[in-house]
Nanobody
């Protein structure tokens, strides 16, 4: 498995932007699909975005399409989530995920992703 550590969360007003980063350790990082999920209290972890190992293919939840952008830098073992036009409903703990089984980026079920970071809180005020 790969070890993941998120950073970049914080407090922002509605309409603002944040960029989350996820630093990965492990020699095989560049071959893994990577994703971002989010979770609020009492709810299941929700898919946000995913990116193929080449960076050429991405997948987004409808709720964030056009506002969020996922990217990766395999040389730096880092994946990013640029979040713009933030809304109060984007408030959640955001988790970075890796799929060491090399599954599809269109698999939005969090149970299929096998490596997780500790999460970073994003709070958007109205």
């Amino acid at each position: 498995q790969v070890q993941l550590a998120e950073s970049g969360g914080g407090f922002v007003q509605a309409g603002g932007s944040l960029r989350l980063s996820c630093a990965a350790s492990g020699r095989s990082f560049s071959s893994y699909p990577m994703g971002w999920f989010r979770q609020t209290p009492g709810k299941e972890r929700e898919f946000v975005a995913a990116i193929r190992w080449t960076g050429s293919n991405t997948n987004y939840a409808n709720s964030v399409k056009g506002r969020f952008t996922i990217s990766r830098d395999n040389a730096k073992n880092t994946v990013y989530l640029q979040m713009s036009s933030l809304k109060p409903e984007d408030t959640a703990v955001y988790y970075c995920a890796a799929d060491a089984s090399l599954g599809s980026i269109y698999n939005t079920d969090y149970k299929s992703w096998d490596s997780w970071g500790q999460g970073t809180q994003v709070t958007v005020s109205s």
